[in-house]
């Protein structure tokens, strides 16, 4: 029994294929405007590269952004209840998942496998991954540096701005105080921490908390969230694939329905047939 996720996120797109208990196969890669043509591409890579083909898949359910654009999905299932079903898999005992991505942040609150309530941040950079990008190229430090970075600081900075236009003109002024860039690093981790952990506050927080997306990568926002939070973060080996993971688990839960693949039906469309044409974008 294969089943196959695949999330299509704002930054980043995400494809597992599982058997029964196992991802055996999974591919990570940034995400193009182009879902349509994207998807179709990346599928062949991961079906190329597991020696399977197309309808060796018993199940796929996409999920993301562009899910409606995935032509060979056999179902769309939101992102939030996979994201809830990809954690719930990996730490049954999870009762909170904050997710922090480039574009947004979202707050889920489960119990026994099922979603109690949740909340999304979409509106305003300034609580996403996309704020600490910005702030690094201030800064002039790469993103992979600015958690590490962070972690060395010794004095306590304040942002206080809620927009990340006027975050960069604070952390200009700070610069041109000479403080350390290190220690206004930590306020900017700081300062994500604390706009995401009063948006999921509202949800009544308990333990055990997982954080998943491209921030449970950042060292700093680790440390930053657990010191608003007061309580340790649980984190995936690869907290980028918990949608398509959930996904790929939920697709799962569609076939011991009984629910059947139509695979004749599905439409995988080779890459040298892509063309510029809107219907393919």
Do not use: W
Not at 1 to 11: E, F, H, Q, Y
Not at 21 to 27: G, L, N
Not at 110 to 122: H, P, Q, S
Not at 127 to 154: N, W, Y
């Amino acid at each position: 029994m294969l089943t196959a996720g695949i999330d299509i996120g704002s930054a980043i797109t995400k494809i597992v294929i599982r058997d029964r208990h196992i991802s055996i196969k999974q591919v990570i890669m940034k995400t193009s405007a182009a879902h349509r043509r994207f998807a179709n591409t990346l599928m062949e890579q991961i079906l190329d590269d597991a020696g399977l083909k197309l309808n060796d898949i018993d199940y796929i359910v996409a999920t993301g952004y562009g899910r409606v654009n995935v032509p060979f999905a056999d179902k769309q299932i939101t992102e939030i209840k996979c994201h809830m079903k990809g954690v719930t898999s990996l730490f049954p005992e999870a009762r909170t998942i904050i997710d922090v991505g480039g574009q947004d942040a979202k707050g889920i609150k489960t119990k026994n496998g099922r979603i109690e309530n949740f909340i999304m941040n979409n509106r305003c950079a300034a609580g996403t991954g996309r704020f600490l990008e910005i702030m690094a190229d201030v800064l002039g430090v790469d993103i992979k540096e600015i958690g590490p970075e962070s972690l060395k600081s010794d004095e306590h900075i304040k942002i206080s701005s809620t927009c990340s236009i006027f975050a960069q003109q604070e952390v200009i002024r700070y610069l041109s105080e000479g403080i350390n860039f290190r220690n206004i690093l930590n306020g900017l981790h700081d300062s994500v921490a604390y706009r995401i952990s009063n948006m999921v506050r509202t949800l009544g927080i308990e333990r055990e908390i997982v954080l998943t997306g491209g921030g449970a990568k950042n060292v700093g926002l680790i440390r930053a969230f657990e010191d608003r939070l007061g309580e340790p973060m649980l984190i995936p080996d690869e907290p980028l694939i918990t949608g398509a993971l959930g996904a790929a688990v939920l697709a799962r839960e569609e076939l011991i329905k009984g629910n059947v693949a139509d695979k004749n039906n599905r439409k995988l469309i080779e890459s040298k047939f892509f063309t510029t044409d809107s219907n393919y974008e």
